[in-house]
């Protein structure tokens, strides 16, 4: 299965003046397609700290979706940060530059105007980029060695973004089986299903485990849900033709442990 990664750029975000859209937006959009987000990073509108962590993401080589800092002004950082990190200059693209001559044509600006000129700047991208169309305002993101950059307002990122993988990456939707399973375990800690944890991946080649601990809560009728554990299996490809004898052991070394499972969530 093909991981994608995510950076979302903007100081609003890391400081709280603006709510992330971006990570569970990307996150559904990649599993609607039978893909998956394998990391995700938040990072400042910091030029230099952008080019070393770019950097080190184009040597990854895995394609990432780049949401923030492509605008004109002085603290929009992200297109000379993905130039510093490829060592390679920034130059207009002729198709963005006339995208945005008929921006400021349909706003009333000149082309010889201070705010055209301004605006023009969204059109300088690292040598070699291809553009990424913008349905919301026509001015265009731009790709490079499979990095796919793109404005940090969801309402123009969220359609780029299929229009990324409907272009780029069709041929791989849904070619990969993923499976998962799970199931909510009271009257034991964790450190009773750590050998569970241990026992089922040591027996199923490529079955993952999860323990994900709550120290529960009250609900809507006023009951208190006590702490629990949600306990599953997860699998990948060929390890899927694993899942029903690992479930199976599974339940069955939970009830050995003393657990008390349920198979729904607690209400």
Not at 194 to 210: C, D, K, S
């Amino acid at each position: 299965m093909i991981d994608f990664n995510l950076i979302i750029i903007g100081d609003e975000i890391l400081h709280g003046s603006r709510a992330d859209q971006h990570f569970a937006f990307f996150k559904n959009l990649l599993e609607s397609r039978g893909l998956r987000l394998g990391q995700v990073q938040y990072l400042p509108d910091d030029r230099p700290l952008l080019a070393k962590q770019l950097r080190r993401s184009f040597s990854d080589g895995l394609p990432t979706f780049v949401t923030g800092g492509i605008g004109a002004t002085l603290d929009d950082h992200t297109r000379q940060a993905a130039a510093d990190a490829l060592d390679v200059p920034l130059v207009r693209h002729p198709e963005a530059a006339a995208l945005i001559d008929g921006v400021s044509l349909k706003r009333g600006d000149a082309l010889d105007s201070a705010a055209h000129r301004q605006r023009l700047l969204m059109a300088d991208f690292p040598a070699g980029s291809d553009l990424i169309p913008n349905s919301y305002n026509d001015i265009a993101g731009f790709s490079i060695r499979e990095h796919y950059f793109m404005p940090g307002f969801p309402v123009m990122a969220q359609p780029m973004g299929e229009w990324v993988l409907e272009t780029y990456y069709a041929g791989r939707f849904h070619q990969t089986r993923s499976e998962q399973r799970s199931v909510w375990v009271f009257g034991i800690p964790e450190s009773h299903v750590a050998p569970v944890m241990r026992h089922i991946e040591a027996e199923y080649a490529g079955i993952r485990t999860f323990s994900l601990p709550s120290v529960g809560w009250v609900n809507g009728r006023g009951a208190r849900v006590p702490s629990h554990i949600e306990f599953g299996i997860k699998a990948v490809g060929e390890a899927c033709a694993h899942m029903d004898a690992a479930w199976a052991d599974m339940l069955e070394k939970l009830a050995q442990a003393g657990a008390r499972v349920e198979m729904s969530v607690p209400e």
